[in-house]
């Protein structure tokens, strides 16, 4: 059992949010606790993932290596103790508007050479939530670097809604955009992150994240929380169906 610390983020941070769509914490996680975080998925993968049902992760090309892990609050007690953590949720209640929800605690591996890109994308095309107060808190594993992969926002993007998507044929990220952003990366929010540290989205805000081609591996813990309040949209959902029945995750 981890001890638990006490969260602190900037006096700030709500209201970048709101502004932004996105912010960064230094020191989300302490190192010790990232150190059994990588502990667990390393046995998890190992002993238990070979029993999950094929729903439960995401293979990169190879057919063997691990791009994303899902649905680890089902299938695995200690993640879902770390996404039931009361600490994480006062900290992200404010920014879902509401009582926090553990809708999902998954990982984007981002394997070193293999690892794939993720296109650009909004998370309530998956989520389908309306009000949007759902969120992502996406914690750095490993250390992110320019090299292997961030994860770029486009701040402000959340501001303008959901755009069109289209179906991204990408296995693990089946919704894309109909129209790419035009955001120049060199403007866009980079989460480039130390192990332990944390960048937190908005679901509607605009992000993606290049090839890992590097020899380091970049691999994110992602907990995903929505306000109690928030509805499915059936709209969004008919759209999701039909990306996911197209390329389907597993
Ligand atoms: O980890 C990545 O490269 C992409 C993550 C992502 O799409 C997300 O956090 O919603």
Request: some cysteine; charged content about 25%; overall charge negative.
């Amino acid at each position: 059992m981890m001890l638990h610390m006490s969260l602190s983020a900037p006096e700030s941070f709500a209201a970048d949010y709101e502004r932004d769509g996105v912010i960064l914490i230094r020191s989300f996680l302490r190192a010790d606790e990232v150190a059994t975080v990588r502990e667990e998925l390393d046995r998890y993968i190992s002993e238990d993932l070979a029993n999950k049902p094929s729903s439960a992760r995401t293979l990169e090309k190879d057919e063997k290596t691990v791009r994303n892990l899902w649905r680890l609050e089902e299938h695995n007690d200690f993640f879902r103790a770390l996404g039931e953590r009361a600490d994480i949720k006062a900290l992200i209640a404010p920014l879902v508007h509401g009582e926090p929800v553990l809708c999902a605690v998954e990982t984007f591996n981002k394997p070193a050479r293999i690892g794939s890109g993720v296109p650009y994308h909004q998370d309530n095309a998956y989520f389908c939530q309306t009000p949007p107060d759902m969120l992502t808190v996406w914690i750095a594993i490993d250390a992110v670097t320019e090299a292997n992969g961030p994860v770029f926002f486009v701040k402000g993007s959340h501001k303008a809604g959901m755009l069109p998507t289209r179906p991204s044929g990408v296995r693990g990220n089946s919704i894309g955009m109909t129209e790419t952003p035009t955001v120049p990366l060199n403007e866009q929010f980079c989460g480039l992150l130390e192990p332990g540290d944390a960048t937190i989205h908005q679901c509607e805000t605009i992000h993606h994240s290049a090839p890992n081609t590097t020899e380091h591996s970049r691999l994110g813990l992602l907990l995903v929380y929505r306000g109690s309040h928030t509805q499915t949209d059936t709209k969004l959902k008919e759209a999701y169906a039909a990306a996911a029945t197209a390329t389907p995750p597993a």
